[in-house]
Every structure is written in C-alpha cells, then in structure tokens.
C-alpha cells in the first residue's frame, strides 16, 4: 500500500497480527491485499497486454473499503479507476488516487467545475453538461477529458447510437474538451447465453468507425472481459473478478477472494427440546440445542432472507443459522460445536480450517447475486487490511 495518509484509513505504527487486532472485536472484514495483487496479475495474464484493467470500486469498493483497497490497487499498477458517482470519484483523489477516473454513471451541468477541478473524466450525456464543463475548465486553463457511452442496448444509460456520433463530433469542438472515450454497458455480460453481447458489440462498432479520431473504447465488464477477447479494446472494467470473485457462468483465471467476513459468538445459550429462537420463534429445537450469538444482522448487509437458510463456519465446519435474522444479531446452531463459547471465531464469509463459504454461497442462499452481497456490507464492520495475516491499515 502507498504511504498516503486517508482521511478514513488508521495506518498500524507497529505491525500488528490479525489475531491481536480481533481478539475483542464483534464482527469485522478481512481485506487480503496479496490476493488483490495476485487477481490483478492473473486478470491482466488472462486479458493480455495491451488492453488496461480500470478498476471498478464503486460503492466502497464492493463493500471492501475503498480506503484501503483503491491505493493498494493503484500501487499494484492499476492504470484506471472507475466508479459510478463523482463523488466516489472525488473521494478517490482525497485518498491519493492519481490515475484517470472514470465517473460511469449521470452528472448534472452544476458539478462540472468540481469534476474538472480534481480532473476527474465524466461520461457525458448531453450537450448542456459539455459545455458546463468546455466554461469550467477554459476557466480554469484546464482540459477536460471526457467518455461518451453508447446506449446499445442495456437501456440503461449513455445516448443511443444516432445521438452517439453528433454528441462527440458537437463535444469535440468545444473549446477545453478532450472526447478521449466512448463505451458502451453489456445487458447478458454473465448469462449462460450472453449471444446478445455480439449484437450490442456489432452496434457500438458501428459508432466506433464513425468516431475514428477517439481513441480509448471500453465495452466490457468482468464476465465480457474474460469471455469476449474481441471485445476488450483499449481497456476492460472489472469490478467483481478483481475483487477475486467470477461472474456467474463464466470459466475464468484462478482467482482468490480479497474479502471474508468474520465474527466472535457473544453468547452460546442452551435451548431445551421444544422452544424456539429469534423473533417469531420460526426455529424450534428438536433436541437439547446449544445456540450461539453472532453480532451480525441485517444493518450490516446480512440478509434477512438467510434465516433458517443460509450457514456459517464454526469450529472448521458448516453450521446453520437458525431463526430469523435480526438488526444487530443472528444465531447459528453450535450443538456439534462442543468448545463453542463467548468468543470463538465465526467466518460468515472465506475460509476457516479448510472449508470455505464465498460470497456466491452467501448469495444463492439468499437468492440474490454475489454483487449484492458484497456491496450491501455495512459501514459498522471495521475493514482491516493485511498483507499475509499482518494488519497495515483499518478504516
Ligand atoms: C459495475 C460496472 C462494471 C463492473 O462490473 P463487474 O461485473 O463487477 O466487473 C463495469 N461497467 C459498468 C458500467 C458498471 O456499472
């Protein structure tokens, strides 16, 4: 990680073990930086030279903790970052990000001095946010670099084609604007069939050759980008692989898992054949039960719909979460736990004692995706950031 004081990241003075930095905590997130490093070279091996990674960190980086995981990643040689919000782009540079920034998602006219004043390349979607931003940066003696994204499909954002080519030629001869980019957004990117990814490829092309002078073109996200080769251009957009999780239905490099998600039991009860647990009493034991206390629930992004569902590691195996999950808390069956206690270490999601639970598991259990999942953690988890098991920052 670079040397670079965030206004949300404590940087450790001394080199502190996992171990010590959690023994009294309630819940927190593990952030492997080697595994970021290792997925970036595996992505990048797998893409080939030539075609940059802009890394996707939007909303906190997945639920990593931007604050670590965006220097780590610019130091690893990340040559762009992408997020959906200015903001989130602004929070960027306040945390030494130097590299281009892409903001992917809608700016209004009004913010276009403060993007041009951290330069910060916004997609632009109209003729009025160009010239905002063609005043604010003349002002400023400055150039602003800007995408424009083709709508191809998706319906989502960005300008459908026959507006595509106006808007960038009208851009173009604004005085202070660099139209360096234009992209476009998969709608089936990590379908079984993702067939449609070509037919929207085949519309962007077509923008593309009438805009011959701009010269980076982005289209992929992580599944298009590890199963579409001809369509990774000047760079691809990975959010979830980089943060070593693959997109469904996508046979993709070895990756490994940047984030787990742990806890400490806060209590283990005795529940007597018969009674039931968490509100609504919707689990009942069958057998004299002993169920343990995670302090985890829903205001931290753990799923109401994992109740009575979904699984956790304790003691080096699965055990089930049973009654419904609650705000703060939830509670795992440790019946076959016999050393389960106040204390003992619970792994929500990542590896303990050589049995893993991913953030998919996590996901279909909850009958939702893995993004979700990941993005949804909560800003109470402390993020701690480590290289090999020794901590380097917490934010
Ligand atoms: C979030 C996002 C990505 C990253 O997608 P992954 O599937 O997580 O790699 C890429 N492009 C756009 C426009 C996005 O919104």
Do not use: C
């Amino acid at each position: 990680m670079v040397p670079v004081p965030s206004p949300l990241m404590e940087r450790q003075s001394r080199p502190l073990a996992l171990a010590e930095a959690t023994h009294e905590r309630h819940a927190w997130i593990e952030l492997d930086l080697e595994a970021a490093y290792a997925n970036l070279q595996a992505l990048h091996g797998h893409t080939g030279a030539g075609v940059e990674i802009i890394a996707v960190v939007k909303a906190n980086a997945y639920g990593h903790g931007v604050a670590g995981l965006a220097p780590a990643l610019q130091a690893a040689g990340v040559e762009r970052f992408a997020v959906a919000w200015l903001e989130e782009a602004l929070l960027l540079r306040e945390l030494g990000i130097t590299r281009p920034i892409i903001v992917l998602s809608h700016t209004f006219p009004g913010d276009a001095g403060r993007a041009v004043e951290r330069d910060i390349t916004l997609t632009v979607h109209s003729i009025e946010l160009g010239r905002a931003l063609s005043t604010a940066a003349v002002a400023a003696g400055k150039t602003a670099t800007v995408h424009v994204k083709v709508d191809t499909g998706l319906h989502r954002f960005g300008v459908p084609a026959e507006v595509a080519v106006a808007l960038a030629e009208a851009l173009r001869s604004l005085p202070g604007i660099d139209v360096e980019g234009l992209s476009t957004h998969m709608a089936n990117a990590d379908e079984a069939d993702d067939g449609f990814s070509l037919v929207q490829a085949g519309r962007f092309a077509a923008v593309a050759e009438r805009l011959p002078w701009v010269r980076y073109r982005h289209t992929a996200n992580s599944a298009t980008a590890i199963r579409r080769g001809g369509l990774r251009y000047e760079g691809v957009r990975l959010g979830l692989s980089l943060h070593g999780v693959l997109p469904p239905n996508t046979p993709g490099p070895a990756l490994t898992p940047v984030l787990s998600l742990r806890a400490r039991l806060a209590r283990v009860a005795e529940v007597a054949p018969g009674e039931g647990v968490s509100y609504g009493l919707t689990w009942r034991a069958d057998r004299p039960s002993r169920v343990g206390l995670v302090p985890v629930g829903y205001a931290d992004g753990w799923r109401r719909a994992l109740g009575n569902r979904g699984e956790v590691l304790v003691g080096g195996g699965r055990r089930p979460i049973v009654g419904r999950v609650a705000m703060d808390h939830f509670l795992v069956d440790v019946t076959d736990v016999p050393g389960a206690a106040e204390g003992t270490e619970v792994t929500l999601i990542g590896e303990q004692g050589g049995v893993r639970i991913t953030a998919e598991d996590v996901a279909t259990a909850a009958e939702t995706i893995s993004w979700d999942i990941l993005a949804s953690l909560g800003t109470r988890l402390p993020r701690l950031f480590h290289r090999k098991g020794t901590v380097e920052g917490i934010a």
